[in-house]
């Protein structure tokens, strides 16, 4: 499995108590495949998504990417890890307005130590496998809500992960543009061979994906 997750559980302060945002949570995600997490706001779905990503360290339980036991790491060791094998699709694209779509991927690449002339074939050959390739000198105010998304997906592929993790890729597109995008990661994720774990509200476009399950109070139910 290229993402395992055993028995997490997560608590904040709550007052003089603490409240429980994931219980006892375990999921595996093969790699090559889309596992989706559904759930209503403030059912644990961000947080199991945070965990994932080894930004917040839970209570308990086990957290093995591509591998590796995150567990006892210290900071050092979980960014190199982030930055060598997780990739991430933020909800919002968050693109910078003055960059062309290969830039903002070049600047993934850059923040890593690749070689110019690499980081922007890299680029290049990213937007064309998610249909851009003749958007590449486009900067975010010439590209629809849909194509920011897709530059979005493929500058969390710049990197290579192992894992993916895509935090509600559909909440800002409409229904067609939405199925697109859950289409194009489908794709990707089968062609490339990462483990993707999609978290989202919405169950319209999730027949494609290898798995579904849901989270209520924290707790992932049986495949739905």
Do not use: C, W
């Not at 979980?78 to 830039?103: C, D, H, M, W, Y």
């Not at 390739?133 to 969390?156: E, M």
């Not at 592929?157 to 895509?166: D, S, T, W």
């Amino acid at each position: 499995m290229s993402l395992h997750l055993s028995d997490v559980t997560l608590t904040y302060p709550d007052g003089e108590s603490r409240l429980t945002a994931l219980d006892r949570v375990g999921l595996d995600v093969p790699a090559g495949s889309v596992t989706a997490v559904i759930g209503p706001s403030g059912s644990g779905k961000s947080s199991l998504l945070a965990v994932a990503a080894t930004l917040i360290t839970p209570d308990s339980g086990r957290v093995v990417v591509d591998g590796t036991d995150t567990t006892g790491e210290d900071r050092a060791a979980l960014t190199e890890l982030r930055r060598n094998k997780i990739g991430i699709v933020f909800q919002q694209p968050n693109l910078l307005a003055s960059l062309s779509a290969v830039e903002q991927l070049q600047v993934m690449a850059h923040l890593d130590g690749t070689p110019p002339r690499q980081a922007r074939a890299r680029a290049r050959e990213l937007l064309d496998a998610v249909g851009l390739a003749d958007k590449t000198a486009n900067r975010p105010g010439r590209l629809s809500g849909g194509q920011q998304q897709r530059v979005n997906i493929a500058r969390a592929l710049m990197n290579e992960p192992a894992v993916l993790l895509v935090d509600e890729p559909t909440s800002a597109l409409d229904h067609e543009r939405g199925a697109a995008v859950i289409d194009l990661l489908t794709a990707i994720t089968h062609r490339k061979a990462t483990a993707t774990l999609l978290v989202t509200h919405d169950r319209s476009h999730l027949d494609g994906v290898d798995a579904v399950h849901e989270v209520v109070d924290g707790r992932i139910r049986q495949p739905v």
